[in-house]
């Protein structure tokens, strides 16, 4: 299951299979500290019992439902203030991908996949490995809910309970690679305009007035872009520009 990839340059070309493992975050990070991993490995599970989210959330999955694996890639030739530039495109990727099958579906920033009116689709969440000489290793870890239709929380949702149909999972699997690679590969040819304009054009709210939270208290807004540190820009009713990091804003339900 999940062999190694025939259609890929670099990506996919050394798959870690595991039944079941805690992280494949964890566990690809590991083979990074362990000089076992180079770019382009994958961690594949079809059972993740302690998966991470953004905000320390537990990604649970039912086994073998879902596709969640993590890649191994080496953007050394970015700066670690640019990494948020790594997660558009990985977003931009998987977007792409999924879209075939949900038009509607947005990128909630920084790096959730949702279908307003629906639910949650999955997630992205990069770890990075720093060495002395700067950014290393970047682990880029997604969960996607496939094929499983019952959730013990509310709020997610998956292709099979969006399109009624059964998804196999190897072929997406190989279609999201390939993807990712392609867009990695604009990434290292500088075509940073290309993938922050892509990431903006499907970006949930973006340009739409609505209702935010703060630590501070409610308030209404629009997005109107992310700046090159991965903060996002919104518009204040009075015209003024507040840029906001990462936890520190929380948004309308994307379920309405």
């Not at 790594?86 to 977007?95: E, F, P, R």
């Not at 703060?214 to 518009?235: C, M, N, S, W, Y």
């Amino acid at each position: 299951m999940y062999k190694i990839l025939a259609n890929t340059i670099f990506l996919g070309k050394d798959v870690h299979f595991l039944p079941e493992c805690h992280s494949t975050n964890d566990t690809a990070l590991q083979l990074v500290r362990q000089g076992e991993a180079k770019e382009g490995t994958i961690v594949i599970t079809a059972n993740q019992t302690r998966g991470k989210g953004q905000r320390g959330n537990v990604w649970n999955v039912q086994p073998g439902a879902n596709l969640t694996f993590s890649i191994v890639l080496r953007p050394d030739f970015m700066d670690i203030s640019e990494q948020f530039y790594l997660n558009m495109a990985i977003s931009n990727a998987i977007k792409s991908v999924l879209s075939d099958y949900v038009p509607a579906l947005k990128v909630k920033w920084p790096n959730d996949l949702v279908v307003p009116g629906a639910g949650k689709l999955g997630g992205i969440l990069i770890e990075n490995s720093i060495g002395p000489k700067g950014w290393e290793y970047a682990v880029a870890g997604m969960g996607l809910n496939i094929n499983q239709v019952d959730f013990s929380v509310p709020g997610p949702v998956s292709l099979k309970a969006l399109t009624g149909s059964q998804f196999d999972l190897e072929e997406l699997f190989r279609l999201l690679v390939t993807e990712i690679e392609q867009m990695y590969i604009l990434l290292k040819k500088g075509k940073w305009d290309i993938i922050r304009n892509t990431y903006l054009a499907d970006l949930f709210l973006n340009g739409v007035m609505a209702e935010y939270e703060t630590d501070h208290g409610a308030f209404r807004g629009k997005i109107t872009g992310v700046d090159p540190f991965g903060r996002l820009q919104v518009e204040m009713e009075n015209g003024e520009i507040q840029q906001y990091e990462f936890k520190t804003i929380r948004f309308p339900s994307y379920q309405n």
